[in-house]
């Protein structure tokens, strides 16, 4: 399908993706359309094997070839020069390309059967939560695709760390499974992008777009603050006398996910303590979507430490929350 021109989603170990032939125009233009995603917003192109990197790239540069070598396939997203052969729509203007090759077995054998570098965003309507099931995926494009194969995956949760390898040092674009630290005992120069000057903030046009939002309100709270039962109005306005009657009809429609239990468990609409950051972050997204589905209006996220997966989380639920 995808190999004649077709949009098909698919799971990787990451997010599913939504694919479509990164040397088609018109099934890239399709993918932007349909998603709702501004146009300068380049794909990732998803390759079956290492091997194969000169499908869409020009040039594997020392570093992207360093880190590949390192962590794929797996969780990982090189930039590198691109090939003329990708439309030119793939990476919105930009002389460069962003590869990947997925090492969930589905995505592999997708790959390998189309035989073309394939562009895949993750399959969520643009600026909504990634999908990691396929009723998800239908949930925001059911209609709007051909295909979305049905076995569910996702054994990160959150999208591939993405690297800019086209400079001196590699820069970390968006933190993923793959931390920093891993980065940095292949390449000790890597940096991240908050630390290197604003102008190579063109080079990740997607970080400026809105990303990973539910419809309800997410609030983000500390460790420390997860114990407090006051979370809504009523310690705000100081009416403690009211809060018998006021803190039920409060709390109906506010979720809490995090690592500690929430004391107010009895009063949320929803409650969902995850057993380690591996979870949270492989079920983040699914739980918001499902707080959205239940119509909560507000969901407080605890916000976890950075070790491992968690400097990834912490990046998307500040994403979620709008910063705020
Ligand atoms: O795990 C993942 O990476 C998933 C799965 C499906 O592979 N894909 C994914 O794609 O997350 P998407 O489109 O949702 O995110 C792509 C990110 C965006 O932030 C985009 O700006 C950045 O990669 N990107 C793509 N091409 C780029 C380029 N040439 N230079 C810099 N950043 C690029
Ligand atoms: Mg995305």
Not at 71 to 99: H, Y
Not at 129 to 136: A, N, R
């Amino acid at each position: 399908m995808i190999a004649q021109g077709g949009l098909c989603a698919f799971p990787t170990e990451t997010v599913f993706g939504l694919g479509a032939d990164a040397t088609d125009p018109g099934a890239v233009s399709r993918i932007f359309e349909m998603k709702g995603r501004p146009a300068d917003n380049p794909l990732i192109v998803h390759i079956a094997s290492v091997k194969d990197w000169s499908l869409a790239a020009q040039e594997l540069t020392e570093s992207a070839s360093k880190l590949l070598d390192a962590f794929a396939p797996g969780p990982i997203t090189v930039v590198v020069p691109r090939s003329p052969d990708l439309c030119e729509a793939v990476s919105a203007g930009l002389e460069t390309v962003a590869l990947r090759i997925p090492s969930c077995e589905i995505a592999r054998s997708v790959l390998q059967q189309a035989g073309i570098p394939v562009a895949a965003p993750s399959a969520n309507r643009s600026g909504r939560p990634s999908g990691t099931t396929w009723e998800s995926v239908l949930e925001d494009l059911d209609g709007r695709i051909d295909a979305v194969l049905c076995q569910n995956s996702g054994e990160h949760g959150l999208e591939s760390t993405v690297v800019d390898c086209t400079g001196k040092n590699p820069v970390l674009l968006r933190p993923g499974a793959v931390s920093l630290d891993d980065l940095r005992k292949v390449i000790p120069s890597a940096t991240v992008h908050s630390q290197v000057p604003t102008s190579v903030a063109g080079r990740s046009p997607g970080l400026k777009h809105p990303h990973y939002q539910p419809s309800a309100q997410v609030i983000l709270i500390q460790f420390s603050e997860v114990a407090g039962v006051q979370l809504a109005v009523p310690q705000a306005t100081g009416h403690s006398a009211q809060l018998p009657t006021q803190l039920p009809t409060q709390l109906t429609n506010v979720a809490y996910c995090g690592l500690q239990p929430h004391s107010s468990h009895e009063s949320l609409a929803m409650h969902r303590q995850f057993r380690d950051v591996k979870e949270y972050a492989r079920e983040f997204y699914e739980f918001l979507r499902s707080a959205d589905r239940c119509k909560v209006d507000t969901i407080l996220c605890q916000y976890p430490g950075p070790e491992g997966i968690g400097s990834a989380l912490q990046d998307r639920l500040q994403r979620a929350a709008g910063h705020k």
